[in-house]
């Protein structure tokens, strides 16, 4: 039996989801493009996650800096001393692993026994700016979104005129040079992230930040929801002392149920004062809030909530994967129906145009209705094929609803509207059918 990733990455490939990598001169190792389908998808996510957690909030106002900054600035957040993990390396065949995720005593490629003592292998990617390819120009391609928020915090406070509590939130590509990437768009190593660097008031008691961290956790829960994902896949793991990062002094990893195991989907930490502080010592610069009603002046603490998008696709795409008996075909067989169940919100494609026959009369009444319906939704039009190739396929890519024109449309001026989930059909005037398709897509 095909196992549930192998099905994944194959209907993502054949339907233009996700491709390898540089497919054509044999790929890149752990390297992924989205196609078409994907890179909607990837953008409804990305869309939806700025509505409700920077238009629809008050508190909340965003960003974009830049992927490759003044390397002080990864002096100054710990990154290039502290962000790396512990490799060793395989004496027999010289294959690297990360030491904290051996599984087992024996090399995983070639099942030598003896391996390098740990050490720590920096994860930041390297470059240089100019043309000199020396330390003077040495430069870092940002291994997460959060330092831009801490490097623009003053001009942020300064021109959106916030009072504390509130936050930014960024969204953008980040760069690790892991050790083992792999489990397809779960780890690689060039990836999405959206983060919010939640500001908060110096706490006066020890565990004046609890509520904070409480309110993000129950945002996440919501944002979980909206994503589709099952309660019962989720896990929250509070890490211990002594496993953190450096810089955190609570963090709760929300962990998915991934047919790989169970591991890391988002993280929520409590950074202190951490980088505020580390960057107003390394740079000169005063980086305090000032109380407007007491005049006190301090450095705020931050509440990081942080979601992986490449983990939010893979999730999506997994909880939404169903495999149904699909009724009896005319001929007798039976048939396995695959439908991808996104939230509607999510869906790449909401509304698929499927005139019964490629007649030039029924083709152009049909595509009269797409032109008219691409206006409001993202539609598509297919005439190829049978009316069952045709479903099967919209099915495949989760479009909500299939709107199909036959020769009655003609007279009647009504087509046919197909649920996904359901698979109940309606019969609805032309002259309804936007409000009809508004309503259900809501
Ligand atoms: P892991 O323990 O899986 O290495 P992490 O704890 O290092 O992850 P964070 O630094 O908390 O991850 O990064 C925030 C989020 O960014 C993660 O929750 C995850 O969704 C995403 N992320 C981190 N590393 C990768 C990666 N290599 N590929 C894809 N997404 C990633």
Redesign the pocket.
Known sequence: MENLMDKIISLAKRRGFIFPGSEIYGGMANSWDYGPLGVELKNNIKNEWWKMFVHQRADVVGVDTALVMNPKVWEASGHLKEFSDPLIECKKCHSRFRADEMKGDKCQECGGKEFTTPKQFNLMFKTFIGPAEDAANTAYFRP?TAQGQFVDFKNILETSRKKLPFGIAQMGK?F?N?IT?GNY?????E?E?M?IEYFIPEPKKDKDWEKYFEMWLDEMKRWLKHLGISDKHLHYHDIPDGER?HYSKRTV?VEYDYPFGQ?????L?YRTAFDLKNHADKSGQDLRYTDTETNEKYLPHVIEP???V??SMLVAILEAYHEEKAPTSEKGEEDVRVVLKFPKWMAPVKVAILPLSKKEELSNFAKDIYGDLIKDFICEYDETQSIGKRYRRQDEIGTPYCVTVDFESLEDKAVTVRDRDTMKQDRIKISELKNYLSDKLK
């Open positions: 997460e980040a690790r892991e990437p768009i779960f780890r690689t190593r990836f992230q983060e990062a990893d591991k890391e989907l988002y993280g930490a942080t979601w992986g490449d983990r």
